[in-house]
Antibody, heavy 118, light 111 residues
Framework: EVQLLESGGGLVQPGGSLRLSCGASGFTFSSSAMSWVRQAPGKGLEWLSSITESGGGTHYPDSVKGRFTISRDNSKNTLYLQMNSLRPEDTAVYYC???????????WGQGTLVTVSS | QTVVTQEPSLTVSPGGTVTLTCASSTGAVTSGYSPSWFQQKPGQAPRSLIYSTSNKHSWTPARFSGSLLGGKAALTLSGVQPEDEAEYYCLLYFGDTQVWVFGGGTKLTVL
């Protein structure tokens, strides 16, 4: 059974940084592309980033490009999202998801809440 | 900026049929956009239902189907059940910029 467990969320001040982690189990992590998606309170879903199986390819929307960095450690079965220069509008639940071949976000974690506030 | 548009809300009676659509600001949605559909119930993480336009997961109920309809991606629920009341999101791939974009979601009420 695919299991994804996000961690690292919490309260951070505007302008601060935070690194989220996503531990994966139940599948061959090194063979799966992965994504991050967020959801602001009461709002819809926003795709944030994807990374290829090896980590050699990454993609971002313009809204977070240059501030957020996705990475992975296949030896630890862990996905990361480094978030810098955080703004109040980055307040959201952050989900990691397992991708497949033209199968985006096929499996989801339960999410971790990030609150950006002074 | 690319915008993906869904109906904000729809209401359907139990046992009825409803079609949700997903449009792109760039033009007609084709299979190249690899449309996906997700269901989210309050307090839960989203769940993937349909990928690559019409492919189902092992957990996707048979009453859910995906297609292309009139230049849009479509999700049809046939024989709607009360437990289908949820928010539904579509996701499209834009190959020129290599990004995925979610639609704003459709709140489906079963009444």
């Amino acid at each position: 059974e695919v299991q994804l467990l996000e961690s690292g969320g919490g309260l951070v001040q505007p302008g601060g940084s935070l690194r989220l982690s996503c531990g994966a189990s139940g599948f061959t992590f090194s063979s799966s592309a992965m994504s991050w998606v967020r959801q602001a309170p009461g709002k819809g879903l926003e795709w944030l980033s994807s990374i290829t199986e090896s980590g050699g390819g990454t993609h971002y929307p313009d809204s977070v490009k240059g501030r957020f960095t996705i990475s992975r450690d296949n030896s630890k079965n862990t996905l990361y999202l480094q978030m810098n220069s955080l703004r109040p509008e980055d307040t959201a639940v952050y989900y990691c998801a397992k991708d497949g071949d033209w199968l985006p976000c096929g499996n989801w974690g339960q999410g971790t809440l990030v609150t950006v506030s002074s | 900026q690319t915008v993906v548009t869904q109906e904000p809300s729809l209401t359907v009676s139990p046992g009825g049929t409803v079609t949700l659509t997903c449009a792109s600001s760039t033009g007609a949605v084709t299979s190249g956009y690899s449309p996906s559909w997700f269901q989210q119930k309050p307090g839960q993480a989203p769940r993937s239902l349909i990928y690559s336009t019409s492919n189902k997961h092992s957990w996707t109920p048979a009453r859910f189907s995906g297609s292309l309809l009139g230049g849009k991606a479509a999700l049809t629920l046939s024989g709607v059940q009360p437990e289908d009341e949820a928010e539904y999101y579509c996701l499209l791939y834009f190959g020129d910029t290599q990004v995925w974009v979610f639609g704003g979601g459709t709140k489906l009420t079963v009444l």
